[in-house]
């Protein structure tokens, strides 16, 4: 099982910045990647950006490509991590509730909600243009 915390939602003019921390404790070994998700109202969550925990690689939606950076802080800690998501360029499309997410199958498509079994609570972001 892990627990997942995230932090560092608000309100923001578009063209501004936040970073979103997640904080995993419990069975991390369990864990090959970790993602960030976004869920406006009235529409699907969506993938916006991953990282496999051990080999570090990233994957990004177009949508949030060369605006977010995904990175973390522990990857050889078997029982703890933090995930965080630097959001620049902000836009009001970027609105939402921001979930972090673990994942503990296959890296064949890391954005996709089914590669994930391990939810945080969400965390919202407000971008007023």
């Known amino acids: 099982q892990v627990r997942l915390v995230e932090s560092g939602g608000g309100s923001v003019q578009a063209g501004g910045s936040l970073r979103l921390s997640c904080e995993a404790s419990?069975?991390?070994?369990?864990?090959?990647?970790m993602g960030w998700f976004r869920q406006a109202p009235g529409k699907e969550r969506e993938g916006i950006a991953t990282?496999?925990?051990?080999?570090?690689?990233?994957?990004?939606?177009?949508s949030v490509k060369g605006r977010f950076t995904i990175s973390q802080d522990n990857a050889r800690d078997t029982m703890r991590n933090t995930v965080y998501l630097q959001m620049n360029s902000l836009k009001s499309d970027d609105s939402g509730m921001y979930y972090c997410a673990a994942g503990a199958g296959s890296w064949w498509k890391p954005l996709s909600f089914d590669a994930y079994n391990s939810w945080g609570q969400g965390t919202q972001v407000a971008v007023s243009s």
């Open positions: 990282i496999h925990i051990s080999i570090g690689e990233t994957v990004y939606a177009d």
């Open positions: 419990g069975k991390m070994y369990l864990t090959n990647y």
